[in-house]
């Protein structure tokens, strides 16, 4: 199955459920970059796989006429809700259901903005031409993508948790993506991603390295590694090889990682370490 079609339904369908815990968790990752992106009043923006709709808003009420763009048709009535309530007007915010490798909106857009929402092209240089020939002349990209995944705790403490159960019961375990995959770990090396986005046509393509420690549950969470456990399972990067594991072969992994999130956890609070890079460049 193609990325875009396991976001047009089942992915699409968790992530919109788990969105409140979700925005939380990135949202730091998300501020960093549009701080690196600079003003956008009065710009027109592209929110590129804009998920349930935090960061459309957010740009709208910094002056931004923007378009929050994703394949799912359950985050994009999020983020049509979430317009709706932020009171925005349709000239200050949109949204729109469909992909952006085919179809992108046409623009002109001054920028293209997106947190965590580039990652998943099938074939990723032609996706990226598409979306330059949407920008208008001089515009500029500002993404914010996941590095590797053992340089991300969120991810990385559920995968090798994952593999320690599926050994101990003698199940096959296959090795993480490779670099360039689709997926949340697919531009986590510079070396793969650069010459997409030079192939493409975008100039002057940046890394700039953002690493932060961030709370993996909410302030006022009762027991946060059991959330951050629950999590990592249902949305994690081993998630779907655990969801139709035997229940005893989920249990096993679930009380590993619940073990490794509790070595890390202080009273009433749970920070994992995360890496990123802040990638720009100019159409």
């Not at 969105?19 to 592209?46: I, K, N, S, W, Y």
């Not at 994009?76 to 932020?86: G, K, L």
């Not at 793969?192 to 690493?211: H, M, N, Q, S, T």
């Not at 009433?268 to 159409?283: D, H, K, M, N, P």
């Amino acid at each position: 199955m193609h990325a875009a079609d396991e976001w047009r339904g089942a992915q699409g369908r968790r992530w919109a459920k788990g969105a409140e815990a979700q925005d939380r968790f990135l949202a730091p990752f998300g501020e960093a970059a549009m701080t690196a992106q600079g003003p956008v009043a009065a710009l027109r923006v592209l929110d590129l796989g804009c998920g349930a709709g935090a960061t459309t808003v957010q740009l709208a009420q910094a002056g931004a006429r923007v378009t929050g763009l994703d394949v799912s048709p359950d985050l994009v009535a999020m983020t049509r809700a979430r317009i709706a309530a932020a009171g925005l007007s349709g000239e200050a915010a949109e949204a729109v259901e469909a992909d952006a490798a085919l179809a992108p909106p046409p623009g002109p857009y001054d920028r293209l903005f997106s947190r965590f929402g580039c990652m998943f092209f099938d074939a990723p240089e032609p996706a990226w031409r598409t979306l330059r020939r949407s920008m208008a002349p001089g515009g500029w990209l500002t993404a914010v993508a996941w590095r590797t995944l053992e340089e991300n705790e969120w991810a990385s403490l559920g995968f090798a948790a994952a593999r320690e159960a599926f050994e101990e019961a003698g199940e096959p375990f296959a090795p993480a993506a490779p670099p360039g995959a689709p997926g949340p770990f697919g531009w986590g090396d510079p070396q793969v991603v650069r010459p997409w986005l030079e192939g493409a046509g975008w100039r002057e393509v940046a890394f700039a390295p953002l690493d932060l420690s961030t709370p993996a549950a909410a302030p006022d969470d009762p027991d946060p590694v059991e959330s951050a456990t629950t999590r990592a399972l249902e949305s994690g990067p081993v998630a779907g090889r655990l969801r139709d594991a035997p229940e005893a072969l989920r249990e096993a992994a679930a009380a590993r990682l619940r073990a490794r999130f509790a070595e890390r956890a202080a009273p009433g609070r749970l920070e994992l370490a995360c890496g990123a890079w802040i990638v720009t460049a100019q159409a």
